[in-house]
C-alpha cells in the first residue's frame, strides 16, 4: 500500500484538483511522498479518502513537505493542542467550559489564502476530516493560475507591479484576531503588501494573489479606485469555472498549495459535529 507503484493520480473534471488512490498516509515513505508532491505541483489540490491518521501521523505526513508552522491560540486566548502544538483543530465543538476546541466556528469562511498578511505566508495545508456532517460545510477551492491567464490584457496592465494589503486583523471567518483592534480605514490596514500578481516558486508560473478582499487595499490608488480594482478581480477570480468543490467525508485528507489556489468554507447547521485537524506548512522566501 506504501510503495508507489499502486498509487493512482486521477485529475477531477473541474480542471482544479485530483484524487490520489492507492495511498496510505499513515505510512507513507519517501516514493509515495515523491508522487504526492510531484501531484501537488500538478493539480495544486489533492484528495484522499478513507485515511485513519493520529495526531503524530498527521504531524509527519506534514513535516515531509517542510518545517510546520504552529497555530496561535484560538481568538479566545487558548492554545489549540498543548500536546502537539504543530495542530490547529478547525472545529465548531465546544469544550465542557464553553469554549471551541479549535477555529472557524459554524459561519462561512470567506475566500482567502492562509496567512499572506505575513511577508512569507505558508506554502501548502493539509486538512483531515476526523468527524464531519456529510451534505454541508464544503469547502471550494479556486484556481489563481487560470484566473491569472484568463484575465484581458488592460487587467493584466493595471495590475502589473501593483501590490496590496493582506487584512492581518480578522480570520476569515470574520473574528477579530487577538492584539488588533478594528479600523474604517482601509490604508492603515495592517497586513503585509503582497504583488497582486507573482511567480509561483516551484513552476515559474504567473498567478494571482489576492489573500482576502475585506479590508484589502492597494497602495498608490484612491480608496475608491482601490475598491473598484479589487472588486473586478475577486469577481473574476472566484468564477465557478475556476473552481472545485470539496464534499467532505469523514476520513477525507486535502492537501493543497497556497498560493497557488483561493478557499472558502460554506456555513453548515451549528447543531452538527465538525472536527478536522489541520497542519500547515512555513514559505520559504516572500513571493515576488
Ligand atoms: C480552512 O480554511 O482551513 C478551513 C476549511 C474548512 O473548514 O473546510
Known amino acids: 500500500m506504501d510503495g508507489a507503484a499502486s498509487i ?10 485530483a484524487e490520489i488512490a492507492g495511498l496510505d498516509l ?24 478513507g485515511q485513519t491518521l493520529s495526531e503524530p501521523e498527521l504531524i509527519r505526513f506534514g513535516q515531509m513537505f517542510g518545517e510546520l508552522d504552529p497555530p496561535g491560540p484560538n481568538p479566545y486566548g487558548r492554545p489549540i493542542n498543548p500536546d502537539h502544538p504543530e495542530l490547529n483543530v ?8 464553553g469554549v471551541p476546541i479549535g477555529n472557524l466556528g459554524d459561519g462561512e469562511a470567506v475566500w482567502h489564502q492562509d496567512m499572506t498578511y505575513i511577508e512569507t505566508p505558508p506554502k501548502c495545508a493539509v486538512l483531515y476530516g476526523v468527524e464531519v456532517p456529510v451534505g454541508q460545510g464544503d469547502t471550494h477551492f479556486a484556481n489563481l493560475f487560470d484566473a491569472y491567464d484568463a484575465l484581458d490584457d ?24 487577538k492584539g488588533y483592534e478594528e479600523i474604517d480605514d482601509v490604508t492603515r490596514t495592517p497586513g503585509a503588501r503582497q504583488p497582486l500578481v507573482l511567480r509561483h516558486p516551484a513552476s515559474g508560473r504567473k498567478c494571482l494573489c489576492l489573500g482576502r478582499r475585506p479590508r484589502s487595499y492597494v497602495p498608490g490608488l484612491t480608496i475608491a479606485e482601490s475598491d473598484t480594482l479589487l472588486d473586478a478581480l475577486w469577481a473574476h477570480a472566484t468564477q465557478p469555472r475556476f473552481t472545485w468543490v470539496q ?3 469523514p476520513g477525507d485528507v486535502l492537501i493543497w498549495d497556497n498560493l497557488s489556489v483561493l478557499h472558502r468554507r460554506d456555513a453548515f447547521d451549528g447543531a452538527a459535529r465538525r472536527i478536522l485537524h489541520r497542519v500547515q506548512i512555513k514559505g520559504d522566501a516572500p513571493p515576488i
Open 8 to 17: 493512482t493520480v486521477r485529475p477531477f473534471d473541474a480542471g482544479l484538483g
Open 26 to 49: 499513515s505510512v507513507i515513505d519517501a516514493d509515495g511522498f515523491a508522487v504526492v508532491r510531484a501531484a501537488l505541483d500538478r493539480h495544486f489540490v489533492l484528495r484522499l479518502r
Open 90 to 97: 478547525i472545529s465548531n465543538v465546544k469544550a465542557d467550559d
Open 154 to 177: 488592460g487587467l493584466k496592465a493595471r495590475i502589473d507591479g501593483k501590490r496590496a494589503i493582506h487584512d492581518a486583523s480578522h480570520n476569515s471567518a470574520g473574528m477579530l484576531r
Open 247 to 249: 464534499e467532505w467525508r
